[in-house]
Structure formats: structure tokens, C-alpha cells
């Protein structure tokens, strides 16, 4: 059973910065592979980033490319997302994922891998 918990979320103006953080409990974090998903009012959850394992390799959905930077401690059992640039249509809930049956690039493909959501932490961007 794994536990994950974000934080970092709330209210900056349009061109702001916000990091993300997802705090995962129990020893197996490390063989996870970890993503970022979001939903905004009225829409499906999205894809925004996934990150392998290791860290070795990262996957970011189109929308947030250059903009958007997913990253893992595994350390500190914590993966991050650093959101510059940020967009009123940034604007959502992000919710933090874990995966043992798929892999990074998978979770970008499909949510249906993913087997543990955190309960999220709201981004609104004004503008």
C-alpha cells in the first residue's frame, strides 16, 4: 500500500512559477514509476508528466512542454513538478500517481496503469 500526499498548490498570477510536491509513504516508493495528472472543472483528467523509476527518463504532455519539469528523490520518496510559465489554463487539480503495472511512457498512454492517486492539491492561474 503506498499513500501519496501533494502539496505546493494555490492561487499566482499568470506567468508565475509553482513546485508541486507529492510525499509517498511506505519503503517500495523507488519502484514506482510516478506521474502527474490534472483535471480541470468540467473535464477529464489529463496526462502531464510521467518519470521512470530511476528518474532516467521523463515524459511531458504537449501542453506543458518547456514549461512544465517532473522530477523524483527517491531518497526522500517525493516526486516534484516545477510548473513555470503557467497559464490560466493551467488551472486544476493536479493529482499525484503511482504505477508498478506500467511504465512512465505508459502512463502518458492511459491512466488505467496507474494504481494509486493522491487526493490532489488545486492550481488556479489568474490572469
Known amino acids: 500500500q503506498v499513500q501519496l500526499v501533494e502539496s505546493g498548490g494555490g492561487l499566482v498570477q499568470a506567468g508565475g512559477s509553482l513546485r508541486l510536491s507529492c510525499a509517498a509513504s511506505?519503503?517500495?516508493?523507488?519502484?514506482?514509476?510516478m506521474g502527474w495528472f490534472r483535471q480541470a472543472p468540467g473535464k477529464e483528467r489529463e496526462f502531464v508528466a510521467g518519470?521512470?523509476?530511476?528518474?532516467?527518463?521523463?515524459y511531458h504532455a504537449d501542453s506543458v512542454k518547456g514549461r512544465f519539469t517532473i522530477s523524483r528523490d527517491n531518497a526522500k520518496n517525493t516526486v516534484y513538478l516545477q510548473m513555470n510559465s503557467l497559464k490560466p489554463e493551467d488551472t486544476a487539480v493536479y493529482y499525484c500517481?503511482?504505477?508498478?503495472?506500467?511504465?512512465?511512457?505508459?502512463?502518458?498512454?492511459?491512466?488505467?496503469?496507474?494504481?494509486?492517486w493522491g487526493k490532489g492539491t488545486l492550481v488556479t492561474v489568474s490572469s
Open positions: 500517481a503511482a504505477s508498478h503495472r506500467t511504465t512512465a511512457r505508459g502512463l502518458g498512454v492511459s491512466p488505467d496503469g496507474v494504481d494509486y
Open positions: 511506505g519503503r517500495t516508493f523507488s519502484t514506482y514509476a
Open positions: 518519470i521512470s523509476i530511476t528518474g532516467g527518463n521523463t
